[in-house]
C-alpha cells in the first residue's frame, strides 16, 4: 500500500498513473481509439471493401473534425484479405494482438468473418457490420458480432415470394461454393418448401472463380423460368453472358452482396431485367436522413463520388459503432460498448437497428430493386 506522508504530490502523480493503467483498455488512450479492419482490397472481390473502407473512413475524418469520441480521435486500421478466410483470421490476430485495437468494422464475406469470430470471441473484441447475412454469425447470438444487415433467409424469401407471385414455378439456383452461397441456397431451399417446391436445377461455381462453363451447360438444360444467383458480380457476370449466348433470357435474380453499380458496369447492356434483393436503403434518395448525411459526406470528399449501397452500408455501420462509443461513455471498455449497443434500438438516420442480449441480428429491412437501362437501378 502506498504511504503518501512524505510526499503527497508524488503520492497523487503515482495514483493518477495506477488508475489509468488499472483501466487501460486496449486501442484506447487518452487521445485516440483505434479501429480494426479486414476485407478484401484487392483481387475480383477488391471493389467491396474498397467502397466501404472508403464511406468509413469519410465518416471517421468527419467525426475527428468535430472533436471525436469524448476528445479522443478514431484512428482506422484496414488489411486487406483478399476475400480470403485464412487471410481474415490471420488479419485479425494481428489487428487484436499486434495492433492492440478496440474494435472492429467493416469485414466482408460469410466464411471469413465466420472463420474470425471463433477469434474476436474469444479476445471478447466487438465486430460491428459485417457484410453478411449467414445464420452462421446470428444463431446462437455471438455477445460479440452485431449485424447490421437482415439475413439471407430474410433476402431469399422476398426474391422467392415474388418470382411465385408472378406464377414462376421452374426456379433454378446458381451459388458459389463458400458459406455465403451455400446458406443462400439453404435460404432459397427452405423458401420453396414453403411453396411445396424446390429447385429445378442447381449450378456451383467455386469461390474466387469465373469458371462458370459447367454451371451453364447444367443450369440452361433444365430450361428454368427463373434463375436466383448467390454468387458475387464476376461470377454472375460471366453466368448471365454465357446464358445468354446461349440464348436463355431467363429471369435472373441475384442477392444484395453482388453490388449493384458493379454488376452494371461489369455486365453493360446485359444487366437490364435483373432483380436485386437489397438491404440498405436507396442510396440514391436523400429524403432519409442518414442517406441525405452519407450524400453529403461523401461528396465534401470527392465532388465527383457515386453513392453506392457499400459504400452506404459502410457509413451505417461505422454510424452504428459510433453511436456505441458515444453511449459507451468517456471511459470506454469492450463490454461497455457490447452493454450500450444491446441498451435499445438504434435509429441511424431513419435505418433502425434492434440489438439486445437476445438478438443481434440488427434489421429485416428487404427490398427488391431492378436493373433498368444503362445501369440505372429501379426500386
Same mark, same amino acid.
Given at each position: 500500500m502506498l504511504k503518501c506522508n512524505s510526499n503527497l504530490v508524488l503520492c497523487l502523480v503515482t495514483l493518477m498513473l495506477l488508475y489509468r493503467f488499472a483501466y487501460a483498455e486496449p486501442g484506447v488512450t487518452e487521445s485516440t481509439i483505434t479501429i480494426g479492419m479486414s476485407s478484401p482490397l484487392s483481387g475480383p472481390n477488391g471493389a467491396y471493401g474498397l467502397?466501404?473502407?472508403?464511406?468509413?473512413?469519410?465518416?471517421?475524418?468527419?467525426?475527428?473534425? #468535430? +472533436?471525436?469520441?469524448? !476528445?479522443?480521435?478514431? #484512428?482506422?486500421?484496414?488489411?486487406?484479405?483478399? $476475400?480470403?478466410?485464412?487471410?481474415?483470421?490471420?488479419?485479425?490476430?494481428?489487428?487484436?494482438?499486434?495492433?492492440?485495437?478496440?474494435?472492429?468494422?467493416?469485414?466482408? !464475406?460469410?466464411?471469413?468473418?465466420?472463420?474470425?469470430?471463433k477469434v474476436f470471441s474469444v479476445a471478447k473484441a466487438p465486430l460491428v457490420g459485417a457484410i453478411s447475412g449467414a445464420d452462421t454469425l446470428r444463431t446462437p447470438v455471438e455477445r460479440y458480432m452485431f449485424n447490421a444487415r437482415a439475413s439471407y433467409a430474410d433476402e431469399t424469401t422476398a426474391i422467392v415470394n415474388q418470382l411465385v407471385s408472378i406464377g414462376l414455378t421452374k426456379i433454378a439456383v446458381f451459388y458459389q461454393n463458400d458459406g455465403f452461397g451455400k446458406s443462400g441456397l439453404?435460404?432459397?431451399?427452405?423458401?420453396?418448401?414453403?411453396?411445396?417446391?424446390?429447385?429445378?436445377?442447381?449450378?456451383?461455381?467455386?469461390?474466387?472463380?469465373?469458371?462458370?462453363?459447367?454451371?451453364?451447360?447444367?443450369?440452361?438444360?433444365?430450361?428454368?423460368?427463373?434463375?436466383?444467383?448467390?454468387?458475387?458480380?464476376?461470377?454472375?457476370?460471366?453466368?448471365?453472358?454465357?446464358?445468354?449466348?446461349?440464348?436463355?433470357?431467363?429471369?435472373?435474380?441475384?442477392?444484395?452482396?453482388?453490388?449493384?453499380?458493379?454488376?452494371?458496369?461489369?455486365? !453493360?447492356?446485359?444487366?437490364?431485367?435483373?432483380?436485386?434483393?437489397?438491404?440498405?436503403?436507396?442510396?440514391?434518395?436523400?429524403?432519409?436522413?442518414?442517406?441525405?448525411?452519407?450524400?453529403?459526406?461523401?461528396?465534401?470528399?470527392?465532388?465527383?463520388?457515386?453513392?453506392?449501397? $457499400? +459504400?452506404? #452500408? +459502410?457509413?451505417?455501420?461505422?454510424?452504428?459503432l459510433i453511436e456505441g462509443l458515444k453511449k459507451a461513455g468517456k471511459q470506454p471498455d469492450r463490454e461497455k460498448l457490447v452493454d450500450a449497443l444491446d441498451s435499445g434500438n438504434l435509429d441511424i438516420g431513419g435505418y433502425i437497428v434492434k440489438y439486445s442480449s437476445d438478438t443481434h441480428n440488427g434489421s429485416k429491412f428487404v427490398e427488391l430493386t431492378v436493373l433498368g437501362n444503362s445501369g440505372h437501378l429501379l426500386h
Open positions: 467502397e466501404m473502407h472508403e464511406a468509413i473512413s469519410a465518416l471517421i475524418a468527419k467525426t475527428n473534425e #468535430e +472533436g471525436g469520441i469524448y !476528445g479522443r480521435a478514431i #484512428e482506422l486500421i484496414t488489411i486487406d484479405d483478399g $476475400y480470403e478466410p485464412e487471410r481474415a483470421v490471420a488479419n485479425t490476430e494481428k489487428l487484436l494482438n499486434e495492433k492492440k485495437v478496440f474494435a472492429l468494422i467493416g469485414y466482408y !464475406g460469410s466464411s471469413s468473418t465466420t472463420a474470425a469470430m439453404n435460404g432459397v431451399s427452405q423458401a420453396l418448401k414453403k411453396h411445396n417446391m424446390q429447385p429445378v436445377v442447381i449450378g456451383v461455381v467455386e469461390r474466387n472463380s469465373l469458371d462458370v462453363a459447367a454451371a451453364v451447360a447444367t443450369i440452361s438444360a433444365a430450361k428454368p423460368q427463373a434463375v436466383i444467383m448467390v454468387t458475387l458480380y464476376k461470377p454472375t457476370a460471366a453466368f448471365v453472358k454465357q446464358m445468354k449466348a446461349l440464348g436463355v433470357y431467363t429471369q435472373f435474380t441475384t442477392l444484395s452482396p453482388v453490388g449493384a453499380d458493379l454488376l452494371a458496369k461489369e455486365l !453493360g447492356t446485359d444487366a437490364r431485367g435483373i432483380a436485386i434483393s437489397q438491404v440498405m436503403p436507396y442510396p440514391w434518395d436523400d429524403t432519409l436522413p442518414i442517406v441525405k448525411e452519407y450524400q453529403r459526406v461523401m461528396k465534401k470528399q470527392n465532388k465527383n463520388y457515386k453513392p453506392s449501397y $457499400y +459504400g452506404l #452500408e +459502410g457509413f451505417i455501420n461505422a454510424r452504428i
